[in-house]
């Protein structure tokens, strides 16, 4: 689905300092998710949108900043990153809460 | 709490072998699962949704209320079967998020 896209698809940063993750998509869903990928966990959700404006917790929302002024993006930000930010992140979203979510193809994040 | 459990990390059959991934949910209210597949280093893709009764790419999963499980099944598992697999639960009162399991990954040998 190129409808969602993710950029980076990799980064590398050091603790301590601000990383952006990209997410965007054109089918201009409702709601939208980051996740957060590691061994051991499966996903976890860090934080979603239901609407342009509209944020809130998922189940790991510390060290995480998130925005959406527009439909379409919902970037995620590491206000001061840490070693155990060191995952994959996935952007998701759909058109209604009852509907399936769409990945996006992830990003690479390490943090040294 | 709402919880999914896949018990399995890593599930190894051979070509032709039947497959079942196991899946079990803890959830109060009406579940709605899922099952998503990942192939190496790619994105989730939806595999089955539980109320859509289909079967994709041979693969079924029944909702089972009273063991609380959705348990995914092929009957002959192919090499391009290989990947990860995780089991979801929607819960509606959070945007719709998604709860995952820990993730299967499935080896399928030649």
């Known amino acids: 689905d190129a409808g969602i896209t993710q950029s980076p698809r990799y980064k590398i940063t050091e603790t301590g300092r601000q990383v952006t993750l990209m997410c965007h998509q054109t089918?201009?869903?409702?709601?939208m998710f980051w996740y957060r990928q590691d061994l051991g966990h499966g996903l976890r959700l860090i934080y979603y949108?239901?609407?342009?404006?509209?944020?809130d917790k998922g189940e790991v929302p510390d060290g995480y900043v998130v925005s959406r002024s527009k439909t379409e993006n919902f970037p995620l930000t590491l206000e001061s990153a840490t070693r155990s930010q060191t995952s994959v992140y996935f952007c998701?979203?759909?058109?209604?809460?009852?509907?399936?979510?769409?990945f996006g193809d992830g990003t690479r994040l390490s943090i040294l | 709490a709402q919880r999914v459990t896949q018990p399995e990390k890593l599930l190894s059959v051979f070509k032709g072998a039947p497959v079942e991934l196991k899946c079990n949910y803890s959830?109060?209210?009406?579940?709605?699962l899922f099952w998503y597949v990942q192939y190496s280093r790619q994105r989730l893709q939806l595999l089955l949704r539980?109320?859509s009764r289909e079967s994709i790419k041979g693969f079924t999963a029944d909702l089972n209320k009273g063991e609380t499980s959705f348990h995914l099944k092929k009957p002959f598992a192919q090499e391009e079967d290989s990947a990860m697999y995780y089991c979801?639960?929607?819960?509606?009162?959070?945007?719709?998020?998604?709860?995952f399991g820990q993730g299967t990954e499935l080896s399928v040998k030649p």
């Open positions: 998701a979203s759909s058109d209604w809460s009852n509907q399936p979510q769409h």
């Open positions: 089918w201009s869903h409702s709601y």
């Open positions: 949108s239901a609407a342009a404006d509209i944020t």
């Open positions: 959830y109060s209210g009406s579940p709605e």
């Open positions: 539980h109320i």
């Open positions: 979801a639960l929607r819960i509606y009162n959070q945007g719709g998020k998604l709860i």
